[in-house]
Protein backbone atom coordinates (compact mmCIF):
# COMPACT_ATOMS: atom_id res chain seq x y z
CA UNK A 1 0.00 0.00 0.00
CA UNK A 2 0.74 3.49 -1.02
CA UNK A 3 2.12 6.04 1.37
CA UNK A 4 -0.61 9.44 1.02
CA UNK A 5 0.96 12.25 -0.49
CA UNK A 6 -0.07 15.60 1.18
CA UNK A 7 -1.59 17.74 -1.24
CA UNK A 8 1.28 20.73 -0.78
CA UNK A 9 3.69 18.59 -1.77
CA UNK A 10 2.25 17.47 -5.10
CA UNK A 11 1.42 21.22 -5.91
CA UNK A 12 3.42 24.46 -4.73
CA UNK A 13 1.77 27.39 -3.71
CA UNK A 14 0.84 29.25 -6.61
CA UNK A 15 1.92 33.49 -5.43
CA UNK A 16 2.67 35.52 -8.59
CA UNK A 17 0.18 36.11 -11.04
CA UNK A 18 1.90 35.47 -14.26
CA UNK A 19 2.03 31.68 -12.06
CA UNK A 20 -1.31 31.72 -11.20
CA UNK A 21 -2.61 33.02 -15.29
CA UNK A 22 -0.20 29.65 -16.31
CA UNK A 23 -2.08 27.58 -13.80
CA UNK A 24 -5.17 29.00 -15.05
CA UNK A 25 -4.16 27.89 -18.84
CA UNK A 26 -3.12 23.68 -17.58
CA UNK A 27 -6.64 23.64 -15.69
CA UNK A 28 -8.01 24.67 -18.94
CA UNK A 29 -6.19 22.71 -21.77
CA UNK A 30 -5.28 18.91 -19.12
CA UNK A 31 -9.15 19.08 -17.95
CA UNK A 32 -11.05 21.05 -20.26
CA UNK A 33 -12.25 23.64 -17.61
CA UNK A 34 -13.82 26.76 -19.04
CA UNK A 35 -11.76 30.19 -18.29
CA UNK A 36 -14.34 31.31 -16.00
CA UNK A 37 -14.44 27.85 -13.71
CA UNK A 38 -10.13 27.63 -13.90
CA UNK A 39 -10.28 30.82 -12.57
CA UNK A 40 -12.65 30.95 -9.71
CA UNK A 41 -10.91 27.48 -8.91
CA UNK A 42 -7.50 29.71 -9.09
CA UNK A 43 -9.24 32.96 -7.19
CA UNK A 44 -8.71 34.93 -10.47
CA UNK A 45 -11.30 37.16 -11.88
CA UNK A 46 -12.01 36.71 -15.61
CA UNK A 47 -10.49 40.36 -16.49
CA UNK A 48 -6.97 38.59 -14.68
CA UNK A 49 -7.04 35.77 -17.10
CA UNK A 50 -7.11 38.08 -20.56
CA UNK A 51 -4.95 40.78 -18.93
CA UNK A 52 -1.41 41.62 -20.36
CA UNK A 53 1.65 43.60 -19.06
CA UNK A 54 2.62 46.62 -20.75
CA UNK A 55 5.95 47.00 -18.90
CA UNK A 56 8.49 47.44 -21.58
CA UNK A 57 11.18 44.96 -21.95
CA UNK A 58 14.45 46.03 -20.00
CA UNK A 59 17.10 44.39 -21.56
CA UNK A 60 19.22 47.18 -22.21
CA UNK A 61 18.84 48.82 -18.37
CA UNK A 62 19.83 44.95 -17.28
CA UNK A 63 22.83 44.49 -19.51
CA UNK A 64 24.14 47.92 -17.74
CA UNK A 65 23.29 47.05 -14.26
CA UNK A 66 25.60 43.74 -15.03
CA UNK A 67 28.46 45.54 -16.28
CA UNK A 68 28.46 48.37 -13.65
CA UNK A 69 27.94 45.45 -10.72
CA UNK A 70 30.91 43.71 -12.56
CA UNK A 71 33.37 46.75 -12.20
CA UNK A 72 31.85 48.04 -9.19
CA UNK A 73 31.19 44.77 -7.17
CA UNK A 74 31.55 46.30 -3.49
CA UNK A 75 28.58 48.51 -4.69
CA UNK A 76 25.31 47.68 -3.90
CA UNK A 77 22.02 48.77 -5.95
CA UNK A 78 21.68 52.34 -4.79
CA UNK A 79 25.14 53.19 -5.79
CA UNK A 80 24.38 51.44 -9.05
CA UNK A 81 21.46 53.56 -9.47
CA UNK A 82 23.19 56.79 -8.73
CA UNK A 83 25.62 55.78 -11.36
CA UNK A 84 22.95 55.10 -13.75
CA UNK A 85 20.98 58.32 -13.22
CA UNK A 86 24.89 60.26 -14.47
CA UNK A 87 24.68 58.34 -17.40
CA UNK A 88 21.05 59.62 -17.73
CA UNK A 89 18.79 56.68 -17.34
CA UNK A 90 15.53 57.65 -16.48
CA UNK A 91 14.94 54.79 -14.05
CA UNK A 92 13.15 54.46 -11.00
CA UNK A 93 15.60 52.92 -7.65
CA UNK A 94 12.61 50.18 -7.25
CA UNK A 95 12.87 49.68 -10.69
CA UNK A 96 16.86 48.89 -9.99
CA UNK A 97 16.33 47.03 -6.94
CA UNK A 98 13.98 45.11 -8.45
CA UNK A 99 16.19 44.25 -11.28
CA UNK A 100 19.40 43.61 -9.32
CA UNK A 101 17.72 40.86 -7.28
CA UNK A 102 16.94 39.01 -10.42
CA UNK A 103 20.08 38.89 -11.83
CA UNK A 104 21.29 37.50 -8.60
CA UNK A 105 23.50 40.75 -7.53
CA UNK A 106 22.63 40.50 -4.23
CA UNK A 107 25.47 42.33 -2.42
CA UNK A 108 26.68 40.61 0.86
CA UNK A 109 26.05 41.42 4.22
CA UNK A 110 29.38 42.31 6.07
CA UNK A 111 30.51 40.56 9.64
CA UNK A 112 30.96 42.40 11.90
CA UNK A 113 34.34 41.75 13.76
CA UNK A 114 34.20 40.75 17.70
CA UNK A 115 35.69 43.54 19.95
CA UNK A 116 38.60 42.20 22.39
CA UNK A 117 37.09 42.30 25.87
CA UNK A 118 39.16 43.87 28.49
CA UNK A 119 38.98 41.45 31.57
CA UNK A 120 35.62 40.24 32.66
CA UNK A 121 32.00 41.20 32.80
CA UNK A 122 32.48 40.55 36.75
CA UNK A 123 36.13 43.11 36.59
CA UNK A 124 34.40 45.72 34.32
CA UNK A 125 30.91 45.90 36.11
CA UNK A 126 31.75 45.67 39.51
CA UNK A 127 31.00 48.95 40.60
CA UNK A 128 27.23 48.38 39.82
CA UNK A 129 27.30 45.84 42.60
CA UNK A 130 27.62 48.37 45.48
CA UNK A 131 27.93 51.89 46.86
CA UNK A 132 31.52 52.12 45.07
CA UNK A 133 32.74 55.37 42.89
CA UNK A 134 32.86 54.47 39.56
CA UNK A 135 36.44 53.79 38.17
CA UNK A 136 38.15 56.56 36.36
CA UNK A 137 38.26 56.28 32.26
CA UNK A 138 41.82 55.88 31.32
Same mark, same amino acid.
Given at each position: ???? /???? #?? @?????????????? +?? @??? &? $????????? =? &?????? +????? %? +?? =??????????? =?????? %??? $???? %??? !?? @???? #??? /???? =????????????? %?????????????????? +???????????? !?
Amino acid at each position: MSAA /VPFS #DV @LAKVVKAASRHEAA +SY @LRQ &T $YGASERHAG =R &TLGLGN +SRLHY %R +SR =RPAAEDLRRRL =RELAAE %RPC $YGYQ %RLW !AL @LRRE #DWK /VNHK =RVYRLYHEEGLKL %RKRRRRSRVHVGTCQQRF +SYLSGNQPKPPV !A
